[in-house]
């Protein structure tokens, strides 16, 4: 099956720095990548969708200056974590879309960053 | 409000079938699903139903869409510890997913 990694898997910062979270799909290529957010016991909240080669569409409300995405390769994403604050502490999941999943553009998710902001 | 709603918690003896239920708002959804995620690990895709179907059936797994309310439920017969899990129902949109905040089962043997 299609499998995406993320990396780091857990990482501690302090307030101020910037932190990069990589997204990488490993035995596919996706054209389309998505960045979600999920607090605890909540949904997963859809920050932004890229796609290779371009710039990516922001969800209402979410800084494009503080969450930098890049899309560079069909098989890698980032998203880097500008400044950042204790607020910005989350659990970070991304998904890499596939054609060629059981249904139409099925989504493939990564075992998700946690990020804290000391 | 939320566009995709869901209970936040079930228990359920091992061996009973469980019922995860979930209302949506976006009747021009093309594909509802159903994901697992299990502690400290991502979202797995367990089913989806398209949205002209009233029910699918997969093994132990089965979808039912009443598209007239925007009523998805999912029921796991003979739930084992194995599925203790968060269980989200999402919606399409576009290309993006909308999910609910997740119903967490717990399996009690």
């Known amino acids: 099956g299609a499998v995406v990694s993320q990396h780091p898997s857990w990482v501690i910062c302090k307030s101020g720095t910037s932190v990069k979270i990589e997204c990488r799909s490993l035995d596919f290529q996706a054209t389309t990548m998505f960045w979600y957010r999920q607090f605890p016991k909540q949904s997963l909240m859809l920050m932004a969708t890229s796609n290779e080669g371009s710039k990516a569409t922001y969800e209402q409300g979410v800084e494009k200056d503080k969450f930098l995405i890049n899309h560079a390769s069909l098989t890698l994403s980032t998203l880097t974590v500008t400044s950042a604050h204790p607020e910005d502490s989350s659990f970070y999941i991304c998904?890499?879309?596939?054609?060629?999943?059981?249904?139409?553009?099925?989504?493939?998710f990564g075992p998700g960053t946690r990020l804290t902001v000391l | 409000g939320e566009d995709v709603e869901q209970s936040l918690f079930l228990s359920v003896r091992e061996g009973d079938s469980s019922v995860i239920n979930c209302t949506y708002t976006?009747?021009?959804?093309?594909?509802l699903y159903w994901y697992k995620q299990e502690p400290g690990a991502g979202l797995q895709l367990l089913t989806y139903?398209?949205?002209?179907?009233d029910m699918k059936q997969d093994q132990r797994l089965t979808v039912l869409l009443n598209k007239k309310d925007k009523h998805l439920s999912l029921r796991i017969a003979d739930t084992q510890t194995g599925d203790s899990a968060i269980y989200f129902c999402a919606e399409s949109k576009g290309t993006a997913l909308i999910f609910g905040k997740g119903t967490t089962l717990s399996v009690s043997s």
């Open positions: 998904s890499a879309s596939s054609s060629s999943g059981r249904v139409g553009n099925e989504q493939f």
């Open positions: 976006d009747s021009s959804s093309t594909y």
């Open positions: 139903i398209f949205s002209n179907m």
